[in-house]
């Protein structure tokens, strides 16, 4: 079974990365863009647990190492 989780910053938290994203953009041209926030997403691929399992297992990685929980949420999909 393959997961993806997505990892990103709580609304609040400052985004240096994605400032600097939104301005490389519009130097580049890109007119109209605006508000940029980067993220990270892991894909997981998981055996011998079901989706429940899985979905409780991807949960606790996020809780325990793929995301500082203080600043960033966590979005799991099983796919």
């Given amino acids: 079974m393959k997961a993806r989780v997505t990892v990103t910053l709580k609304n609040g938290v400052l985004d240096p990365q ?11 041209g890109f007119a109209g863009v605006g508000h940029v926030r980067q993220g990270k997403v892991f894909d ?4 011998g647990r079901s989706a429940e399992q ?15 929980t203080v ?3 966590y979005a799991i999909e099983i796919v």
């Fill in 18 to 28: 994605g400032k600097a994203i939104e301005g490389g953009l519009a130097a580049l």
């Fill in 44 to 47: 997981i691929e998981l055996s």
């Fill in 54 to 68: 899985a979905r409780a297992d991807l949960a606790e990685m996020c809780e325990k190492l793929l995301a500082n």
């Fill in 71 to 73: 600043i960033e949420n």
